[in-house]
């Protein structure tokens, strides 16, 4: 037996008709209580572009035509052109020239420029998170050795090798986590301005989130780390 249709499934398409198509896969998700993939499956099954197209041209059709010169046409004196869904004509776009993998991301990429930063500090700080790690350093006899590169010749090879210390590795990477703070601090910075600068066209949603990040980059509970670098000459025999 057929499993019976969800009645959010038109519901949903009506929340992209009512916005013209100009609303993300999130936000309607978030007015159903439903999650974002299901949102893009059925947008993507039910052809919504494609039925928005079909509203809006049904909707010109059933417009009374004016006396004389029609809006669009050349000859016309003092008519605009038709209005077109200009959401739809981008997006038909991509689809023909972009990789379908990269044309699903942008379906489901946002567009308010808040929710376009949040997800930038998110990657930001799972790249710091994640770099805990890729970069840990075990110990003081933690050394990497690499191989660089290789040249022949008629009768010796020769091999390139890096070698890198425990000390090495972990400057390179304090330097790198730094930098990445930095960045992450300057996002957050940015998502804080501009929250403030419209705080009354915010959602609750985007108000709140900011503090709970906040409160994990800045754990009050951690006490200062005080790191002495020495020379290797001075410190290793």
Known sequence: MPKPR????????EIYKE???NIENRRIAEMLGISEKTVGGWKCKDAWEARLNGVLQSKERSTPKEKGGQPGNKNAVG????ERNNNAEKHGLFRKYLPE??????????T??????????QIAYAAIIRAQSIMYVRDQKDSTKTKIGQKDSDTVTEE???VQQAWD???????AQARAQKTLEGLIKQYDELLHKNWDLAT????????????????????PIHITFTKASDGHG
């Open 101 to 110: 993998e990269t044309f699903s991301i942008i379906e489901q990429m946002p």
């Open 160 to 162: 390139r090798w890096e």
């Open 204 to 223: 609750e949603e985007q108000k709140a989130r900011i503090n709970a990040l906040r409160a994990k980059v800045e754990d009050k509970t951690d006490k």
């Open 79 to 82: 008519h605009g052109a038709p």
């Open 112 to 121: 308010d420029p808040l929710d376009i930063l949040w997800d930038q500090i």
């Open 19 to 21: 916005h013209d198509g």
């Open 169 to 175: 590795k972990q400057a390179n990477f304090l330097q």
């Open 6 to 13: 969800s009645p959010n499934r038109e519901k949903s398409f």
